[in-house]
């Protein structure tokens, strides 16, 4: 259809008219035939609320747990290199506003001088999230939400960032493949 | 007389500079003590660069042993300003109470600036709107509405009107209203007014006020026009709400002038009522303070002139604790930085100084031992290498495959250039073959083999170690590093391609060194050049497959194939090893220069083979492992995004919020509050009234439809129903998550918030809309920069029947799925074909799951995009081999080996004739290259936006006519359509057909559009822009084409007229070329690269051709002077050979013919010559011999006389005659020795000798005993180097000269004898000189001096300074000879300074 329509210009004015004509007439056609889809539709189910299942603070997954504790634990001791190894092996997105890091995917190696230079400019306070914010969804993902409180280094101006963490299992262990600053 | 330190320093101008350069640095100095209080920051900074400018001539000037006062001045100053840039010093001498009173008095001042500026911008709004107020257009518009002409005058007069704006690239628009609030004309980009003029029923007059729409705050100044017949509104935006955080608004918020480090301002909606606000200011005079001690903030209200409140600045003061930090870290930096850069210098300086890389092992070691220390240094110091540039970013680049050395782009580059210079020291050596000699072991047959078998394999390694840097590299950016172009200026992506360079060139460096090595030590004669190549390059495949069979397949066995092509042509680099180092140490510069680019071009041309695969495979691995699992998982992250988007409504004070007059606004308040916003999710959010009434409604994305109203049931409760439902955009596809709840309004009722998720891909981050000009309301994920070459990532998802569910592109792509037939295509999935997308070719990645496939596709790079990119690469060498010529001329400038001066570049084409002929060729050629590329780009481009413009009108005029006839139906039979008349889902699906976003304006108001989001934010103007309005509407043309803008974008909108019933004047349908604007772009950007890659390759090709014809032309011309150089050197058995027939081959002709010529005149010549030479030898020695002979004879006579004469006594005439006979005899024999002296040869015996020593030694009995009257002086230089010279010889030469001397002092004078460096003070010259104020010589005698038998006494053989000359000759030296009649004479011996030297007898 866009086809015709670009070609259209180059047309004489009566083929042009015609075919004008018929690409109305198709319009309406096709318009009457999405009409008739629509009514079709028999509602396949394709994803469901339900398929989020809310963690119970750590029962369901030891694993998770501990990866989760391990990236509080380098948050909070500002630790570089415990963090870099909860990071996935491919490229993790990560969109910060604590620092003016252009949101994009980073290696590993980069995410360790990222937050190197994070780290060095300020006080984590401290590192907090409620159990409600953990959920695993059926196709193996997690999602963990926080609220991470750090003080300008040399300032008494306090921040609270709120983070969202996905995660994902990558050869048995629970790794970040996102990390993002989300409003609250 | 100067003093010794005066003539140490040589000039006047050293000396000058080295004062006013210590004058500075003590300025300076002073400066820093007294904590930056002494000068201004201006005068520091002044001071401080003269400091650096005459520290630096200083060192020019001055003798080496005084340049390193030089470089402590300098070091001195670089501190000094670390200092300054840091402001320690300024933090540190104020204490907390001056600081906070410091900061008290800034923020009053900056306050009052602020306040300024915005009653300034108050004030020209004012009198733009009092200046159009009165303009008599205006009037006579509202006075005529009906007049279409009064009405485009007035169109005109406010479009013309310049009115003032904070922000350069936001508009401010003016509307002019007629007496009922409708506006009649209107310029620039303006707001809609109505919930204003619907709320406050004011009568016309002046006001000035805030207003709040979608993203933007707006100052609007009305003013009105006549006697209440209209009013006019100027529109200025102010600022950008930072609720959506993306690219523009965050450039905007930027540039605006009321925010900024420490300030923000909140503007007081004039819906707003803040009477708690006016009476805090006016309780505390307009300057309330508030904060902490430590950090007081000021808050001051923005007024307008009538005294409204408008807004409120709140300013913090800086921290002082941040302020001490933050000085003390970029004091600490800089002045590491300065330290680290200066110790650098100094260590380069003292190895070329010291000649320490002359040493083959240990200086070279010791230098590179230096280096790799201050890497380290700069490294721990963490001094900022940032410049500014983003350099120090790990965003763009880092690795930590190499402890932190490669944390940053500008870490990378300064790593490389270490391992550059660290080869370039150690293989040097090796390379020149000083430390190499043939090894017996390994000159058999057997022994070569393994020799170069062995070379190769570790170079082979060298070259796998390389490429793993290289896909570490290419792994660890987010740079497009295989697109070297210089525009767009990309500073990171030049410093890492930069340190690429360096690195390869390292590799090929140290394989060079390794191939010359092995054929060093095994080198067996007799083999042909290209029977070698070839018997090399076997062993390198040998080699190579040997490392691929044992490595099996994957990712390091490639390795191995990507090195093939590397070694290869690192071969070809020993094998033309002897001529490249032959240009590069005695060539011109332009030959030099070719050198360098010949050997960096070949490095990168040798791994560009790698560059091609590790981008193509960075950007599959980013597809197959990130991409992919998105695609296949992206509900879950949406889900969740909804359930947090729940959480977050439920804390909401949403009863609150409808309290607010501008209701509209609250959905997308509440909608820009949540995750929604945050990951620019396709989704709407509705807010009904008890009576089913929209109250409120915002949309990303997501198309309007016929909205169902949800009854809410029960009392207001928080419980959200969840339910599904179709998609209207997308039929068949992807699934709507519904959510709804009930709630408590402001008065009582129970009100129903609706919102809609779409659980589809088009979510998806790296997904582009369909709207290009969408991408800039989308957020920061949406803006992530995707880390491969390929930014046009299209999805493509059908079901397992081949049948296509969704796309992300325009392009379509239709998979033959036949050879996938069975089980269906996920038996053969995942997998990476290739495929032709509506004639592109593209990479695409298929992979699927249950329910779908998938298919993710981006375009392959072309042919011409690998020859534009390396051509690029080509430019790139270009500029850095200029760039090492440049450090190798500045090194010389600065005292280091004159490696070659600037004006060298200009003698070298100015003295060759082929030289300026290449050069005037290569210009010719590129002049009209170069314009013929901008022309046939010009004409190109302005065809194609002539194209797309037609092609615009065209396809405007069709959805026109389209919309017409379908309404036309639909009135006819409206019930199977669904859509009554003109709105947005109308619009939307005829968007859909046409592949353009289309909107519909009637009487200039937005009536339908397919982007509904872009206008309710606000970020586009819900009214018709007035050009079109004036055209279209008023002037009734068919058409109308203007460019519009959003931030930094822009494109061609087309509008047209369409007729519809019931509208009392035809609306205007405009279709935004949007998307064609991105395919424009990239088309005109493909353009650029063929323009560039054709006009490279006509300039290359031109090149080559001017190369071959000035040698044609400058060869014989060459050859020619070289033939006359050896003529003139005596050589006339030379002649020149042509197949030439023109005037070259008859020019040769006699040229042949005048050599033998002058051949057989020589001959002649000679021979006359010899016999001259004969005659005039046996004149001399008859005439030298007569006179001793006649005493004899008298003597013998007057014995033979006596002899018979008693009378005489004879013993005693005996003994004298017999003395006098002895003497003349003794006469003869000096004449026959000098003679016999003159024709011999002499063999020198030559030591090491301190001349001054010598002169010292030869003279000290003439000191001791002068002649009466005579004063001998002795002069020498401290610190002689030793001269190699035959002792004997040189004080035979010096007693000859100093004879000479007192022979001239006819009477009594002064001889001084001085010995002392040559002039040129390049060390390689001692001059020794003689000079007395005797007669002097004249001009006709001092021409024949060093004549053999030439003399100006009468006793004498005239062969004494003859011999002189030819003693000092044989020294390799030279001697001068200066006199005036009358003044004296100055002989100056110059014997040249060399280990050896070499007798012209050996």
Redesign the interface.
Known sequence: MSLGLWQMRRLPQRARLARQNQIVLLAVVMSSLSGISFAQENDPPFYAVKRLVPSSGGKSDDGLQQTIHDVRLSFLEQETERLEKCFAGKKVFISLRSKETEAGYYTRSQLHFIFDKVFRDLQTVSFNHAPPDVTISQDGRAFFRSEWTYKVLGSDTVVTEHLHFSFEKENGDWRIFELKSVSK | MPSRAARSMKSLPAFLFSILALLAFLATLADVASGHTLLSPGAAGLLVIACLVFSVLMARSIGPRRQPVAFVLLGGCLFALATRLGGFETVTHRSADEWEERERQRGQAVAEQIADRFADLCHRAELSAGGLATEPRLLEALARPENREAVAAAFDELEATQLPSPVAEALPGVVLYDRWRAPLAWGGKTVDLRSYFEAWDEPPGSRTLVFEQGVFTHLIVMAPVGDGEGTVAVQIPLAARR?I?NRYLRDFEAAAAWSGKNVSTDYVDVREDSPELAALFERSGDRYWGG?A??PVVYFPLRAASGELLGVVSLMAE?R??????SKRTTQQVAGLFISMAALFAVVWLAVRFRYLAHPYCGRLLFVAALWGFRWVLLLADVPLGLHLDLD???N?????LF?LL??PADFFLTALAIVLTTTTLAWPLLAREALQPARLFQSWLGTFLVHIGARMVAAAVIVLTLGIVADTW??S?LALATPGLIPFDAPRLTVQMALVALWFSAALLTVTLIVVAESISESPGHRALDRLARYAVMDALVLAFAYSISGPGSVSALFLLALPALLAFDCLAFARTALLSRLSQGAVYARFAAVFLVLLTSVLSFYPAVAYYERDVAR??IE??VA?AV??H???Q??A???TLR?ID?MELAGQLASPDRNQIAYQIWA???L??FALSSAVDIFDQAGTLVSHFALNFPDSELEWHEPEGPPSKEWI?D?E?YPGE??R??V?HARRAFPSPNGDVWDLQLRLV?GWSNL?FIGTRSPYADLFRS??A?????VAHPDLALYVFDHQGEPIFRSA?RTLSLDWRPLPGEGVAASLPSWIHDSIDGSHHEIFLFSDEDYVYCLAFPAKSRVAYGADLAGWAILVALTAMGLLLMAWGMGWLGGPATFRARDVWADVGTSFYGKLFVAFVLLALIPIASLAFLVRGIMVQQLQHDVE??GI??AQ?VG??VR??LL?DRIDAS???VAAVSDPLLE?VSS???ADVDLFSRGELVATSERELFDSGLLPARAAPAAYREVVLNRASHSIYRESVGAFQYLVVSVPIALERWREPGILSLPLASRQRQIDEQVTALNQTVLLAALCFFLLAAALAYSLARRIAEPINTLTATTRSVAQGNFDVSLHTSSRDEIGALFDSFNRMTADLKRQRQDLERTKKLEAWAEMARQVAHEVKNPLTPIQLSTEHLLRVYDDPQVDFREVLKRCSETILQQVKTLREISREFSSFASRFILNPEPTDLGRLVRETLEPYRQAPPPGVRIDIDLAPSLPLVALDRRLIQRTLINLVENSLNAINGGGRVRVSVHPGPSDDGRWVEMEVADDGVGIAPEVRARIFEPYFSTRASGTGLGLAIVRKAVEEHGGNISVESERGQGTRVVVRLPVSATVVSKNE
């Open positions: 609720r955080d902490t430590a950090v921290d604790a941040a302020a001490l930090l933050e970013n790990p965003a680049y880092a690795s930590s495959a932190d944390r940053s792994s660890n987010n691995e980013f492992q990130t699992p296949l998982h509900g879950d992250s889900l969740y909804m359930q947090a977050a804390r509050g949540s995750d916003s945050v969840i599904e179709t039929p068949n992807p699934r998550f659980a981050p920061p994920a803006e992530a920069p995707l880390p325009e037609q092609e065209a396809r069709v006519r389209f006839d379908y139906l199977e359509r669904g699906w057909l046409v592949s």
